[in-house]
């Protein structure tokens, strides 16, 4: 396995294609706006190799049980996941934020090894067999794999196929011999700047007349006809000043998006080309798995939130007891979130290929927790910190250094810490709560909404009522009335019959 001066190195060889507020980034492992985030993918690489991390961020790998990254494995049982779920929150803990150049790729290729192996069973199809081949190179190399699921869409009203623009999601425009050629784009994709390869998995679930669209395959983040725009964070400026005004010196993340230009992609990267069938399957497997785990990382970043809030409130000369209530809240909240993840994983089941699938209505449940209870221990953290911690309420590193002000500055942030421990736990509980910290709570793994319309898919109504009926010694089957505009439509369907 690589250290992270090796996966530094690795990253500066590739070609730049990166860019932000219009300035292409020479090197990412030095630039102002992905420099932290490369820092805190490079700790988990030094982890890795440190006797006291290395069962929680390695494992034996599924192809000849050498030790290898989890990050580069397929989940293969309850234990396994439940690891990967102990892992993300560690993860977290370590570096403050998401570490998605690793996370996303894992998931993408562990919702690929039990779809390829499906397809191969139901076509006659290699996919299976190369996506081994590219994990046999990859565990190798130990490389660092984003993933790339959503797509721009375009008018939510309208499918893939019904775009005025068919580009609105990555579909292939030519298919040839050797491989394919892809266009369009993937947006919000976290972590991009700081991995080797991008991990590309269909959107959504497609039609036969939306074949092209059925499309997945990994390539180097650098392959010529890609490029990659940085997004913007809210405390984001074009150049960091260093100092407090960087709050978190060992992690951070981007989000990016990621514009494919007509890009090559060889066979023996493409694992699904038109099996417009399996691209629910991929979808669920991914979401499955990623709404798990989901839960833990807002958990492990939930935990830095109260040790900050602890900080912030000491640094203000407070006694924490003072706010037992809102921090027994966050752990409550923590809690919940990786419970429901352990507990989807626990449920789940082996898929024929080696694969663990978790539970799809507890992960799910577990996403719309996500949805809300992070925002709570933000709130509640930034209630405990005071306005301080607030953005735009304290003045940058640079006017707090300025040789005419600086000194009032000082002065005036006194209180039961020196000036720059208060103003760096500031920052610190700004940056968790409402900055560039923030990991991707309500729509990262997709939206609450859609975790809600599976999980009344999956809520079987019917069922329960059937359970109420008997103990309530009902008879008969009870419905409502329809209304009078109803009636009509009722009579037509079964007239229609």
């Not at 497609?206 to 092209?212: A, L, M, Q, S």
């Not at 150049?239 to 007509?262: H, K, R």
């Not at 059937?466 to 103990?471: D, N, P, S, V």
Request: hydrophobic fraction near 35%; include cysteine; aromatic fraction near 8%.
């Amino acid at each position: 396995m690589r250290t992270s001066a090796d996966y530094k190195a690795s990253l500066k060889a590739m070609r730049p294609n990166v860019y932000k507020f219009g300035e292409l980034i020479e090197d990412v492992t030095s630039h102002p706006s992905t420099r932290r985030m490369i820092e805190g993918h490079g700790q988990l690489y030094d982890l890795s190799l440190d006797p006291k991390w290395q069962d929680v961020f390695t494992t034996t790998s599924i192809l000849d049980e050498k030790r290898v990254s989890r990050y580069l494995n397929v989940v293969r049982s309850v234990d396994d996941m439940v690891a990967n779920c102990r892992m993300k929150r560690a993860a977290f803990n370590l570096t403050g934020t998401c570490t998605g150049a690793r996370c996303v790729g894992f998931t993408s290729m562990n919702a690929m090894w039990a779809a390829t192996y499906d397809m191969d069973k139901e076509n006659g199809t290699e996919y299976h067999k190369r996506l081994r081949a590219w994990l046999a190179q990859a565990q190798k190399d130990d490389i660092t794999v984003a993933g790339a699921l959503t797509d721009a869409k375009g008018d939510r009203s309208r499918s893939a196929s019904q775009q005025e623009d068919p580009d609105m999601s990555v579909h292939i425009v030519e298919r040839r011999t050797d491989g394919i050629i892809v266009r369009g784009a993937k947006v919000m994709i976290c972590g991009t700047a700081a991995a080797n390869e991008v991990f590309v998995l269909p959107g959504a679930g497609y039609k036969e007349n939306e074949k092209d669209y059925a499309v997945s395959f990994v390539i180097p983040r650098d392959t010529k006809g890609m490029t990659i725009v940085e997004t913007r964070k809210p405390n984001d400026t074009r150049c960091a000043e260093g100092g407090f005004d960087d709050p978190v010196a060992i992690g951070g993340i981007t989000q990016a998006y990621i514009f494919f230009e007509d890009v090559f992609v060889p066979n023996d990267r493409i694992f699904m080309s038109g099996e417009w069938k399996h691209t629910v399957p991929v979808v669920m497997n991914f979401t499955s798995a990623y709404r798990a785990a989901i839960g833990s990382c807002v958990a492990g970043q939930g935990d830095v939130m109260v040790g900050a809030s602890v900080l912030m409130a000491r640094a203000n000369g407070l006694d924490e007891k003072v706010f037992r209530d809102k921090l027994t809240k966050m752990v409550v909240n923590n809690e919940t979130t990786f419970a429901m993840g352990l507990a989807a994983a626990m449920l789940g089941k082996a898929h024929p290929s080696g694969a663990w699938i978790s539970d799809a209505l507890l992960a799910n449940i577990n996403k719309v927790h996500v949805g809300s209870l992070p925002y709570d221990t933000k709130i509640l953290a930034q209630e405990i910190g005071g306005g301080i911690c607030e953005t735009g309420c304290m003045p940058s590193y640079v006017d707090f250094n300025d040789e005419r002000y600086g000194h009032l500055i000082r002065k005036y942030l006194k209180a039961n810490a020196t000036p720059e421990d208060r103003a760096k736990a500031a920052r610190l509980v700004e940056w968790l709560t409402i900055g560039g910290g923030v990991p991707g709570c309500m729509h990262g793994g997709g939206s609450p909404d859609g975790a809600r319309l599976l999980i009344w898919s999956k809520s079987e109504i019917e069922k329960k009522v059937e359970m109420a009926k008997r103990l309530a010694d009902v008879k008969v089957d009870i419905r409502p009335k329809p209304k009078d505009g109803e009636k009509g439509k009722e009579k037509g369907k079964e007239k229609g019959k």
